[in-house]
Each structure stands twice: as structure tokens, then as C-alpha cells.
């Protein structure tokens, strides 16, 4: 199975993955499936044991690339987590709900998913990041909100009597 790389096709995002992906092994990681491409079409990839030593830690690909960076508890998931100047979309992934939704709550992003993917778009709902992901919000009446600037106009056709 096989995605574009960009939305585009452009074949410049294919470049980055591949150096992306390049990189994170050449410093440790272990490619577990895909790093393939055909022209502008990049493989799913998975990439394990990625650490902040690596360019996939910090950047974003917008490819079909998942880095898998591990952590001992939910403190050092959540330093991860927020260790980004990116923060549109975040999911945690838990058994345990309220243990999800009190990390959800702590992790920097415009949208935390629980138990669901982080590419989730509904019309109604605010769509938007935090940091460097994002300027305000589109979608529902957030978007209309943000993207609607109110002025008051008025004209005096006649003498307005004073006092009030």
C-alpha cells in the first residue's frame, strides 16, 4: 500500500522523508516497515527508538512517517509530548480513561484525541494548533469567530439633541 507524499505530489516531500528517515537510522533507530518511494508516492513507515538526537524527533514530515519514541512513565510521555515548538494534534492511548484524559488535559497541542487517531476533522468543531501549528481556529463557530472581524458603522443623518 502506497500514499502520496503531498498533497500537491510534490516530489521535494519525498526527499525530506527519505532524509528524515536516513538520519534516525543512521543515529540508532530501526526501520521496522516501508522508507520506500516511487516517484511521488512514499510506503507507510515506521520508525523505532527515535530519540532527540534525530531530525524525525523535531520535525514535522507531512508524510506517511510515524517515529515510535518510548518513554518509562507518563511523566517522561508527557516532557516528550510537549518537547515541540509544533502542538496541532496530540492522542493518547490508554486502557485506563481518566489516567488519558488527565494527560490529554497536560499536553500542549489545539486537539488531544483519546483512543483515536490525531487526523480527525468534524465541520462543528474547532480545528486548530497551538505553538507554531497553527493561527486560530477553523471549523464551527470558533472559525466563524476568528475569521470574522465585527465593525460598528453609524451615520448621524441628523442634529442629535444633547443631553441624550
Known amino acids: ?19 528524515l528517515v536516513e538520519d534516525a537510522v543512521a543515529k540508532g533507530a530501526r526501520l ?19 530519540t532527540r538526537e534525530m531530525a ?7 508524510g506517511p512517517l510515524l517515529g515510535i519514541i518510548r518513554a518509562v512513565d507518563d511523566e517522561e510521555a508527557l516532557a516528550i509530548a510537549n518537547d515541540t515548538e509544533y502542538g496541532l494534534t496530540a492522542a493518547v ?16 497541542s489545539g486537539m488531544c ?11 462543528h468543531m474547532p480545528f486548530g494548533g497551538v505553538k507554531a501549528s497553527g493561527f486560530g481556529r477553523f ?14 458603522i453609524s ?6 439633541h444633547y443631553p441624550f
Do not use: K
Not at 93 to 106: F, M, V
Not at 155 to 160: D, E, G, L, N, T
Open 1 to 19: 500500500m502506497y500514499f502520496w507524499s503531498g498533497v500537491d505530489r510534490d516530489p521535494s516531500t519525498v526527499v525530506r522523508v527519505r532524509q
Open 32 to 50: 521496522v516497515t516501508g522508507g520506500t518511494s516511487e516517484g511521488v508516492i512514499c510506503a507507510p513507515t515506521l520508525v523505532d527508538r527515535v
Open 56 to 62: 524525525l524527533f523535531h520535525e514535522e514530515s507531512f
Open 93 to 108: 492511548h490508554s486502557r485506563d480513561i481518566g489516567r488519558a484524559l488527565g494527560l490529554a488535559e497536560r499536553i500542549e
Open 113 to 123: 484525541h483519546i483512543n483515536g487517531p490525531t487526523v480527525q476533522d468534524e465541520a
Open 139 to 152: 471549523g464551527g463557530r470558533a472559525g466563524l469567530d476568528f475569521f470574522t472581524e465585527q465593525r460598528w
Open 155 to 160: 451615520i448621524q443623518r441628523a442634529p442629535r
